[in-house]
């Protein structure tokens, strides 16, 4: 076959491949483990073109090597500079509140001779951007001193132009400095004052007066209480502090950002204590800036500051429009978007090219792929081989091995969901039977049974639908992880809501009200006795518990001939004084119904199990058992609830209790002519003690078999495995070495007292687990009951509240339905939606682990992560079109 027929036919494979059927629901994919022989020319091309397909799993072959010995280390130091450059840019983009959008498509990844020039590229803008930040903090800096500056002379200029009308007498020795309300009457100023109110020649009496000093600047406000007491206790009445405030916050370009700040003035006389204020402003953080002593001075810095703050505004002004400009170029999806997923795809495919092993004239890889994918792997090396030139098949083996393969699980969507409530608890064993397909329905049927009401279920299913038709606009717009659950699991949501409409129709509950569509099949009657079905009900309303009546306001409830109601309970019940007990009684039943029948589902599923491993011991002595030891104890439970449903009981108070019955049953109880007769021993259908003792005996004798029949044939053949010659052939002997040496080095032989203890613990677990878990089902019930319960009170208490107001003014009548029914609907979506649903959430999910898992599912293997590049750029949260 010469090339160009091997290119067509690569392709078709290609095409066929591609649109294959999903597959590989039930039962995880059948894997190889394949080694791949890549030229050094298209070794980079090709683990692209695998990592956009995702269908290949690639094994470390240097593990010998650190991270630093490997072929691609510098070229991936490389990409990570370039990455914490693209980093920069991002955090310039949302400084500078320019949106990060997603790139046009899926960015094609560079060629390897155009690494290079992105590199260049990208170090280019970022020398650029950093020396336009320096300039403009440079700038910010002067700007803000300029301001402070000028904040500076604005406040201080009304205090000294008063200081300087004012006149000094003379200095009284020690000058004391108040801080009063007006501190210009404390300095008694000589007629000859400097422009700050410092006098040029102090009045001599009889000693020399030491030099007033003032200390100007600026501080945080919030720190103002703080240095004025820190100066009092320094300085005490030796030093005049005096503050004003700012209007509006001011740009500090050290802090980027807006900061509230003060004006400080400090007088203070002496060299010393000027030295310890300047050293108690620099503890604090204080800008201070001198003021010139002269007046003509003062005010030509005052021009001076006016015209350099205009004067650099503008500088910065135009410097920004260039910095902007520069980003908004930047942000373009063909740019920074599209540099980031080119940047994280290389540094993944030069990660991944570290594990291939470097040959004379190539490279060698490993790694696991799906056995429907082998044709399109040999396909997509065979088609780049030809592309680039080289002669010859495409090289791709399959390599024998006994290692564990990962396990591959193909998914949508919609089985996205369910499959991770499957795995929380475990990755299923390699070609092991997955639970997910079956709980797509019976998890949301569980959940429904403890919701069960429509109108709640209702609101719950059209949030469920909201979110699957929106879920392209929705998706990747909150990263709340709140919002992310609820989000990932929209289609168990649902279909829980819908599942719930189904059983809130079956019960008759709809926000705690029961709906009669059909008509309900019930009379009242309050004056007169009737006979029905030998059951007799007395105008006075006088009946056993368990009868099927309704008392209600003194009315008896009778049926209307054999015409039962079409679906779901009668809404008469909704009304009846003994609805709870009809409703639990038959609640409880169903409930054990649907968790024996689950069981037994899970019993069935493991024979799948058993079979794909061929494992006749398995199926004999351990699934068959297991299917008697639960069909002859709760198998033949369901069947006396279901007679107990079909026959009808004259007196109704003569009907067995099941749960009696069964424990006569364990107890082997039966009526005895020296024991007064009972309804709870008396036999309900013939040839009941007979059937029982059977099928207890029946039960009884699965343990021994489960417990060691197999664990002998295991140890048996493993016995008589060691006795084989020891000499073999050569060939077969490689064989077995090169297999081990690949194999996994914590296989072992187990030990015959392991294979017993493990064997005992899994039918101890069996049998006692058969009994607790159909106990377990019963939450179907209580949580059912609990729901409905809640929801009445919460009707009863709030919303009927506000119907029956006694007010007669329809206005505060129709205000208090109002009010009545928003605290309602709150209530409602609060409790009995959010936090019910929770519950009901987890207690589905315990029931699906526990009781239904166990019977069949290991989940002891882990998970297919194939080199895909489109998970690691949702992993790094990176999006994509």
């Known amino acids: 076959m010469n090339s160009n027929e091997h290119q067509s036919n690569s392709s078709q494979q290609t095409k066929k491949f591609k649109h294959q059927p999903c597959s590989g629901v039930f039962r995880s994919e059948e894997m190889l483990l394949c080694q791949l022989f890549l030229r050094s020319n298209v070794s980079f091309e090709t683990t692209c073109r695998l990592g956009e397909l995702g269908i290949v799993e690639f094994r470390d072959l240097n593990a010998d090597l650190n991270a630093y010995q490997r072929k691609y280390v510098d070229e991936i130091k490389h990409i990570g500079e370039v ?75 009304q205090l000294l132009e008063t200081t300087r009308r004012q006149q000094r007498a003379s200095f009284n020795g020690q000058y004391p400095i108040t801080d009063s309300g007006n501190q210009n009457q404390a300095l008694d100023l000589d007629p000859e004052q400097s422009s700050i109110g410092v006098p040029k020649q102090p009045q001599k009496q009889g000693f020399e007066c030491n030099k007033i000093y003032t200390i100007t600047g600026l501080l945080r406000a919030e720190k103002a209480l703080a240095f004025r007491k820190v100066i009092w206790r320094v300085c005490g009445q030796n030093a005049l502090v ?37 050293k108690i402003c620099n503890g604090f953080h204080a800008s201070k800036y001198p003021l010139p002593d002269d007046e003509d001075h003062y005010r030509l810095l005052c021009l001076k500051v006016e015209q350099d703050l205009k004067d650099i505004q503008l500088v910065i002004e135009k410097t920004s429009q260039q910095h902007l400009k520069i980003l908004t170029a930047v942000a373009q999806p063909k740019n920074f978007p599209t540099w980031m997923v080119q940047v994280t795809k290389l540094r993944a495919i030069f990660t991944t090219m570290n594990l291939y092993q470097k040959t004379e004239k190539g490279f060698l890889a490993e790694g696991w ?65 997955n639970p997910a397909p079956y709980t797509i329905i019976t998890f949301p049927f569980l959940f429904a049974m403890m919701f069960a009401d429509a109108g709640h279920g209702l609101i719950m299913m059209l949030f469920g639908l909201w979110m699957v038709l929106y879920e392209r606009k929705l998706n990747g ?15 168990i949501i649902l279909l829980m809501g819908a599942f719930s409409i189904y059983t809130g129709s079956i019960y008759n509950d709809i926000f705690a009200k029961g709906y009669n569509l059909f008509g309900t099949c019930f009379d009242s009657h309050a004056t007169e006795i009737k006979l029905y079905d030998d059951l007799i009900i ?51 039943k169903l409930s054990v119904i649907v968790g024996v029948l689950q069981m037994l589902f899970g019993v069935m599923i493991s024979l799948c199990n058993h079979i794909n491993a061929k494992s006749w011991t398995s199926i004999v002595f351990e699934f068959i058992p297991q299917l008697i030891f639960l069909l002859s104890l709760f198998g033949y439970m369901i069947i006396l609830i279901f007679v ?33 007769q009972t309804i709870y021993l008396n036999p309900w259908y013939p040839h009941k003690q007979e059937i029982q003792t059977i099928l207890l005996i029946l039960a009884l004798l699965q343990v021994p078999i489960m417990l060691l029949v197999k664990p002998i044939i295991k140890v048996f053949f493993s016995n008589r495995q060691k006795r084989q010659p020891a000499n073999i052939e050569e060939s077969t002997s490689n064989n077995q070495q090169q297999q081990q040496q690949q194999g996994d080095s914590n296989n072992h032989e187990e030990s015959t007292g392991d294979i017993f203890t493990h064997q005992a613990i899994h039918t101890i677990e069996y049998c006692l687990g058969s009994i607790s878990h159909t106990a377990s089902y019963l939450r179907l019930w209580a949580l059912s009951l609990a729901h409905s319960q809640l929801s009445e009170v919460l009707w009863q208490r709030v919303m009927h509240a506000g119907f029956a107001t006694e007010n007669s003014n329809l206005i505060i009548r ?36 526990v009781e239904f898992q166990s019977k069949f599912y290991t989940g002891a293997g882990y998970a297919f992560r194939p080199f895909y590049l489109k998970r690691i750029l949702t992993e790094t949260n990176i999006l994509i079109e």
């Not at 994918?373 to 495409?394: K, P, S, T, V, W």
């Not at 339905?817 to 519950?839: C, D, H, N």
């Open 242 to 278: 005096q503050f004003f405030d700012i209007d509006n916050p001011i740009d500090d370009a050290k802090a980027e950002e807006f900061v509230q700040k003060k004006v400080f003035l400090v007088m203070c006389q002496g060299d010393k204590l000027y030295g310890k204020i300047e």
């Open 477 to 491: 717009k909150s990263n709340n992880e709140i919002w992310l659950t609820f989000f990932d699991g929209r289609y």
């Open 814 to 849: 129709v205000i208090m339905t109002y009010l009545t029914f928003g605290l309602w609907a709150v209530l409602t979506i609060a409790i009995l939606i959010v936090m019910e649903g929770l519950s009901a959430f987890l207690h589905a999910l315990r029931l699906h682990w």
């Open 369 to 433: 792929c799906a056995r429907s994918d082998y044709y399109l792997l040999n396909g997509i090396i065979q088609e780049i081989n030809d592309r680039a030139g080289i002669l010859g098949q495409a090289v791709v083996e399959k390599v024998s091995t006994t290692s564990t393969p990962p396990t591959y699980f193909r998914l949508n969507r919609f089985t996205q969901g369910f499959q991770n409530i499957v795995d929380s608890y475990g990755m299923a064993t390699y070609r092991e039977m």
């Open 538 to 588: 007395a105008n006075n309303g006088s009946h056993n518990s368990n009868d099927t009546v309704f008392n209600k306001k003194l009315e008896i409830y009778i049926p209307k001939g054999d015409r039962s109601y079409p679906y779901g309970i009668d809404p008469a019940w909704q009304i009846s004084s003994n609805k709870i007990i009809f409703l639990n009684s038959f609640k409880m």
């Open 644 to 676: 107990k449903w079909l026959r009808t009981w004259s007196p109704p108070s003569n009907a067995p209790s099941i749960l009696i019955d069964f424990i006569n049953m364990f107890l082997m109880k039966y009526p005895n002519e020296n024991e007064p």
């Open 83 to 157: 990455q914490r450059k693209l980093i920069y840019l991002s955090q310039q983009l949302q400084k500078s509140d320019l949106p990060i959008v997603k790139p046009i498509g899926d960015p094609a990844i560079p060629k390897y001779k155009e690494i290079i020039a992105l590199e260049n590229q990208i170090e280019k803008l970022d020398n650029d951007l950093r020396e336009i930040n320096e300039h403009l903090y440079t700038l910010r800096l002067e700007r803000s001193e300029l301001v402070e500056m000028s904040m500076i002379l604005a406040k201080t200029n």
